[in-house]
């Protein structure tokens, strides 16, 4: 809970303050932001909890079988809890129209297939870095949020994490195309899973003597 909400409070603080100021954070400042964020929380909780800041991720995880399915709910719902209630918080602060909620800029076709890419990428470096080089683990995963985030940021918003989308658009009211912010992180995870239970789980070893 307390991961996400910090991952809400300053990622979509960033925007809302850049609106404010009329542009001193900049794209690329609010891209930075996400990204260092998402590694302090993962240097901050992962031993505890594990870091779970995204209902997309953990979802992934249930079925990687990393978690079961009671743990899978409680962390989605304290996920959700987290966002609304940073959220709120902005809304007290700033009374922000939109609170940093994502909304396409293009059709709708364009966000939901950027979010499903964006984050099946992520998804698969969380599950890869995670297996085979754990310390890593926050500074890769940090890196290809903050990456993604400036990527596509200005087509879909860059949530790539349903928590992150629903407590901006339950507190500010804007709900219009919020489903592909809920779906099409979710099924990019589910791929990513199943890609990485069927093909990368167990690859052969490099040999580097005969490399």
Same mark, same amino acid.
């Given at each position: 809970?307390f991961?996400t &909400? ?7 603080g960033?925007?809302i303050?850049?609106?404010?100021s009329?542009?001193?954070v900049s794209?690329?400042g609010?891209?930075?932001?996400f990204?260092l ?7 901050? &909780?992962?031993?505890?909890?594990g ?6 991720v953990?979802i992934?995880f249930?079925?990687n ?6 743990d ?5 719902? &304290?996920q959700l809890?987290g966002a609304?209630?940073?959220s709120?918080?902005l809304?007290?602060?700033?009374v ?10 293009g ?5 939901f297939?950027?979010?499903l890419?964006?984050?099946f990428?992520l ?7 995670s297996k085979?080089?754990p310390?890593l ?10 990456l993604e985030?400036?990527?596509g ?10 928590a992150?989308s ?12 919020q ?6 992180p ?9 890609l &990485?239970?069927t093909?990368?789980?167990n ?6 003597e005969?490399?």
């Open positions: 809970m991961g &909400f910090a991952l809400v409070l300053v990622g979509t960033a925007i303050v850049d609106d404010y009329g542009g001193a794209h690329l609010v891209s930075v932001a990204g964020i998402v590694t302090a929380m993962i240097y901050t &909780f992962g031993k505890l909890s870091a779970h800041i995204n209902p997309a953990s992934g249930l079925l079988k990393k978690l079961n399915g009671r899978s709910v409680g962390y989605v719902t &304290f809890i609304i209630c940073a709120l918080i809304k007290l602060l700033f922000h129209d939109r609170l940093g909620a994502t909304i396409p800029s059709t709708a076709l364009e966000s297939v950027l979010e890419i964006m984050t990428g998804m698969l470096s969380i599950l890869i870095v085979y080089l310390a683990t926050a500074i890769a995963v940090g890196a290809v949020v903050g985030a400036y990527f940021g200005p087509t879909s918003g860059a949530s790539m994490n349903p992150r629903i407590g901006p658009a339950l507190i500010s009211g804007n709900w219009q195309h489903w592909i912010y809920v779906v099409a979710i099924v990019g995870a589910v791929l990513a899973a199943i &990485f239970n093909i990368l789980k690859p052969n070893p490099l040999n580097h005969q490399a």
